[in-house]
């Protein structure tokens, strides 16, 4: 096969503005087709290959307009990095900073033996830090459905539990209760990540796992009666033990997946309406 | 005619053309370029997505072959996609025909 470099570069800028895609290989292979077949008949014809070249690529499109027609017709039910998804990294990893401040917050307030003014500052400055973290999460919940274009049935179910579990922490001792739900909810979502293939395996994995370890956790440390009994019956360390060991996976896991989703370049950048540039 | 005539209607055009036989991308622009005495002229490149979409919605199905060492994706009409042709020609023959209703009643503005 003859080689035109006007043609493979085009081909070459095509292919890294549609690397999001699973299916590139296809897409580059057909709109290849198209650019050689054309190409074809005019030096046939008799054109000159350079002049052949620069009009089968006028008559194609600029790469930016032909990628964003894909993304314009496809962002229902197509995996597409959007300006939406690249935010919810960024809110992955804001997520990952509170979900670390809430984990430390509690650890130290039970730890430090503070005096009564300062426990409670904590307690307000924990429950805060655990309400934005779990409300982040859903962000993210949300942007790793978008930027897989669904996640199927699996996914939604997961999503919903994820929901119900950021509701349940605004009574935020009610531990079990939202632990049980995120640990539900992100596992599912993790799962149907994982089976789409796109995101990185170790942090969708950490995500997954991050809850679903923590509560592990408080049961045996709650079975094995851990640390001091106070007047409820309750050991109040085994808590916010269990839910660092939780962030101690989970922050890593929202790190890996934000730095995944931000930096990837939209797809719906401003940009002329594909059919109005014709 | 300006590509932004044709939103709305690509659906409708690339049906019927990929209706009069199994043709690849590069086929079904010159066919749409040919029947329309090349009024309709947009990007080419543009045309994949509405492809990749009407398949992905059942209405065209492709098979991929090599032809002179390269992968070459042919579309074809499925069963789903002549009925759905079907309806929207259906469809564009009303309003066509519900325009010049309107249009053919109304006597032209004079011009001076």
Do not use: C
């Amino acid at each position: 096969m003859a080689s035109y470099q006007l043609i493979d570069d085009y081909l070459a800028g095509l292919r890294r503005r549609m690397a999001w895609r699973a299916d590139v290989d296809d897409v580059i292979a057909e709109a290849e087709d198209h650019l050689r077949s054309a190409l074809e008949l005019r030096i046939a014809a008799g054109e000159a290959a350079g002049a052949a070249q620069q009009a089968v690529l006028a008559r194609f499109g600029d790469p930016t307009t032909v990628a964003t027609a894909f993304a314009a017709t496809g962002t229902g039910g197509l995996a597409v990095p959007t300006r939406f998804t690249k935010r919810a990294g960024l809110a992955a990893m804001v997520a990952a900073g509170l979900w670390t401040a809430f984990a430390v917050l509690w650890l130290t307030d039970e730890l430090a033996g503070l005096s009564e003014r300062i426990d409670q500052s904590l307690a307000l400055l924990a429950m805060a830090s655990l309400v934005g973290a779990a409300a982040l999460t859903v962000v993210v919940v949300v942007g790793l459905n978008r930027r897989h274009g669904g996640l199927g049935p699996m996914g939604t179910i997961g999503s919903v539990l994820v929901g119900l579990g950021v509701l349940a922490t605004v009574p935020f001792w009610f531990v079990m209760g939202w632990g049980v739900l995120l640990a539900a909810g992100m596992l599912l979502v993790a799962l149907a990540v994982h089976a789409r293939g796109l995101a990185p395996t170790a942090a969708t994995a950490a995500f997954g796992a991050a809850w679903t370890v923590g509560v592990s956790t408080w049961s045996v440390l709650r079975v094995l009666e851990v640390g001091t009994r106070d007047e409820w019956g309750d050991y109040p360390i085994v808590s916010p033990t269990a839910i660092t060991v939780g962030v101690v996976i989970l922050a890593p896991g929202l790190v890996g997946l934000g730095r995944w989703l931000s930096g990837e370049t939209p797809a719906d950048l401003d940009s002329p309406e594909p059919l109005a540039a014709a | 005619m300006r590509g932004q005539s044709l939103k709305g209607h690509l659906d409708l055009l690339l049906l019927s053309v990929v209706a009069g036989g199994p043709k690849h991308g590069y086929a079904v622009m010159e066919a749409l370029r040919s029947a329309s005495g090349e009024a309709f002229d947009l990007p080419e490149g543009t045309i994949y997505p509405a492809l990749n979409r009407l398949e992905r919605e059942g209405l065209l199905g492709s098979d991929w072959s090599v032809v002179q060492g390269r992968r070459r994706r042919t579309y074809h009409l499925t069963g789903r996609g002549r009925e759905a042709l079907a309806e929207q020609r259906s469809g564009w023959e009303e309003f066509v025909a519900a325009v010049n209703r309107v249009v053919g009643g109304v006597p032209w503005p004079a011009t001076s």
